[in-house]
């Protein structure tokens, strides 16, 4: 067990519900996720069970000596606290969106927890994809909403591929290694029911409904990611996925140049990080094996990505 001065690491799962629920309602709990510890203050009486679940395996410990953030889900100062009750976001004091419905609480960590991390953490490159490894090497799958990269990060999460993150990925400007988070990944609507038919002994967090983005589900990470989360990963492959009805799966190679200006259009930070961003890119680029990939079937599409793991990196 990782040991910290502030106190014992042990997984979440370790904790009865009520420990945590203390020490989460005064402020002690330190949540390490990858390279990033959290304080989390909660009063609210859904997060703890939610955590307790969704983040099971995760490395906690109490009265941490350093946090890289302290985060606090709670009840508004107004009559909305009793009256339609609402949920707010702060994080190190500030509180940076407007409330949301009570019942949301869980969603609006995980929400608010990203926005925090884009915001604030320019010692990587990051960018908006989905990330993996296997055989030691990093897929990376930037996309737009609506592509099916979600969808395609959990199937391959669920069969064998080593989630990093769903949502941004955290290069080192100067190895160009990813770390890893290991999260929960978040689906939405049609994608919260294909991955269920895909992988049906997966586990899963609370639906919650009647988002911004419709109905909403986080998939619990697989436990192997979350135990090899302290991994990095070189970047290897980065691939733009596409979901295509009915269509076969097709990997097909693009240019360098078509690649830069779409990843740097994906990242958080490349204007923040100058002209380092703007190497760090090049390299990025040029380390990597760049592809378009549509794909109509998951099936399919996790038999393309094996394969591709398994090439010799001057192969493809």
């Known amino acids: ?137 990093a897929l990376l799958l930037p996309a737009p909403s609506g592509s099916g990269k979600s969808t395609l990060c959990a199937a391959l999460a669920m069969r064998g591929w080593r989630l990093l993150s769903d949502e941004m990925c955290l290069i080192d400007p100067y190895t160009l290694q990813l770390s890893a988070l290991a999260r929960p990944i978040n689906l939405k609507n049609t994608s919260i029911d294909v991955i269920r038919r895909f992988a049906p002994g997966a586990r899963w967090g609370p639906a919650t409904y009647d988002t911004a983005k419709g109905l909403v589900a986080h998939l619990c990470p697989p436990p192997d990611s979350v135990s090899a989360m302290h991994r990095t990963a070189p970047a290897t492959w980065v691939v733009f996925p596409r979901w295509a009805q009915g269509e076969d799966a097709l990997l097909t190679p693009r240019s360098p140049r078509q690649t830069f200006i779409e990843v740097a259009s994906n990242a958080f930070n490349y204007s923040n990080l100058g002209s380092l961003g703007f190497s760090t890119m090049s390299r990025l680029v040029r380390a990597c094996s760049t592809f378009d990939f549509r794909y109509g079937s998951l099936e399919e599409a996790v038999e393309v990505f094996d394969w591709l793991s398994e090439q010799a990196p001057d192969a493809v």
């Open 1 to 137: 067990m990782l040991q910290a001065a502030g106190g014992r690491w042990q997984r979440v799962a370790d904790l009865d519900l009520g420990t945590l629920r203390q020490g989460l309602a005064s402020g002690a709990i330190g949540l390490q996720t990858g390279p990033l510890v959290i304080r989390v203050l909660c009063r609210l009486p859904s997060l703890a069970p939610y955590l307790h679940h969704a983040y099971a395996e995760h490395p906690v410990t109490f009265n941490p000596d350093f946090t890289d953030f302290d985060v606090e889900v709670k009840l508004p100062a107004n009559l909305r606290r009793w009256l339609r009750p609402q949920a707010v976001f702060a994080v190190d004091g500030v509180e940076p969106f407007e409330p949301l419905p009570l019942e949301q609480a869980p969603a609006f960590f995980e929400w608010g927890l990203n926005w925090t991390i884009a915001a604030s953490c320019h010692q990587w490159l990051m960018l908006h994809a989905a990330c993996l490894e296997r055989n030691g090497r």
